[in-house]
């Protein structure tokens, strides 16, 4: 027997079973959420510190109290020239391998996935139940039983009557037996008043000195600027002076000294001899190795997908299995509901007695 026809025997073996199935034996179970999202306000409940830090003293803070740093850069990325030097020795070291030194490895699935045959025994249960009676059992033995509908919906008519009196009742109802409430704000805003009102400190400083000061015992004082800045005149002159400094100065007296770098940038040679291994496989019998000795193996697909002929014939089977089903075997049951609607009579009599 080919895979395709266990395979195909296997899927209608299963579906047969789910079809089996005795939904009776299932316990309805609520769901119950112990651990609830919270919501955005408790969010920002808890997101928010216990006390608020006090930035007053940002308001009247002097810019200009702030020095400027200049900002030195220390780890300095490579420039476009040395990429594209690197990229290029990387690209000749890959074109030059001898793919010849590599060996070649059969890969081995450790875990494999289970097969059809592995998943049906699993999902069959340990013990089948006895449907034996079901083949032997006598449909004439059944009663017939009407079907009572005990919670009727209210029909078009029933409906747009109802409609008809409630809006009668909304016409006709008394506005003036209703009372005026004024609506209280629990939290409201603050107003311009209030913000200045906290804002204000809570002891102001004492000015009636001012008001009766008299301004004939000043002193005229003529201003004086200590930080005078330098005009275009004088900037012009110290730039003169400064590069007559230059011209003059003598070279003689420096200093020859050789620079050492610290902390040097490794070179395309250096990176490859830190990426390149300790020790290097041995692949002398790769080139002494005979092809001749291999076998050829013809590759087998374990896992096959059904085709769209089987599916076509596995549809046509269940259709089959729902057509020839016996609805004879069929119990009948009545729904009792629980929580009946009111009939239309009840609504009405509910109506007339308000």
Do not use: W
């Not at 079973?17 to 969010?43: G, I």
């Amino acid at each position: 027997m080919s895979s395709v026809a266990v395979i195909n025997k296997e899927y209608v073996e299963c579906r047969a079973e789910v079809k089996k199935f005795d939904y009776s034996s299932l316990r309805r179970v609520r769901t119950r959420v112990r651990n609830s999202l919270p919501t955005p306000q408790v969010l920002r409940a808890e997101m928010r510190p216990d006390k608020l830090p006090d930035i007053s003293a940002i308001r009247h803070f002097d810019a200009k109290l702030l020095k400027h740093v200049e900002v030195t850069e220390r780890n300095l990325l490579p420039t476009l020239e040395v990429i594209q030097e690197e990229s290029a020795d990387s690209r000749a070291e890959v074109k030059s391998f001898d793919h010849g030194k590599l060996k070649h490895v059969e890969t081995e699935e450790k875990n494999p996935l289970p097969t059809a045959s592995t998943l049906k025994e699993e999902m069959r249960p340990e013990t089948l139940p006895d449907v034996s009676g079901v083949a032997a059992f006598d449909a004439g033995k059944l009663k017939h039983v009407e079907t009572q509908e005990k919670n009727v919906m209210p029909t078009a008519d029933v409906i747009k009557e109802e409609a008809t009196k409630s809006r009668a009742e909304v016409k006709s109802f008394d506005h003036g037996k209703l009372k005026h409430v004024e609506t209280a704000e629990k939290n409201p805003l603050p107003t311009a008043s209030t913000l200045m009102e906290e804002m204000r400190p809570e002891t102001l400083p004492d000015v009636s000195g001012v008001a009766a000061f008299d301004a004939g015992k000043l002193k005229h004082v003529e201003t004086q600027e200590k930080n005078v800045l330098p005009t275009s005149d004088v900037i012009k002159e110290e730039s003169v002076d400064s590069r007559a400094e230059v011209k003059s100065f003598d070279h003689t007296h420096l200093k020859h000294v050789e620079t050492q770098e610290k902390n040097p940038l490794p070179t395309p040679q250096t990176l490859k001899e830190e990426l390149r291994p300790e020790t290097l496989t041995d692949v002398s019998e790769v080139k002494e190795f005979e092809k001749q000795k291999l076998k050829h193996v013809e590759p087998q697909e374990k896992n096959a997908l059904p085709t769209k002929e089987v599916i076509a014939e596995e549809a046509k089977e269940t259709r089959a299995e729902v057509k020839t089903f016996d609805k004879t075997a069929l119990k009948h049951v009545d729904t009792a509901e629980k929580e009946k609607l009111p009939s239309a009579e009840e609504i009405a009599e509910e109506k007339a007695g308000k």
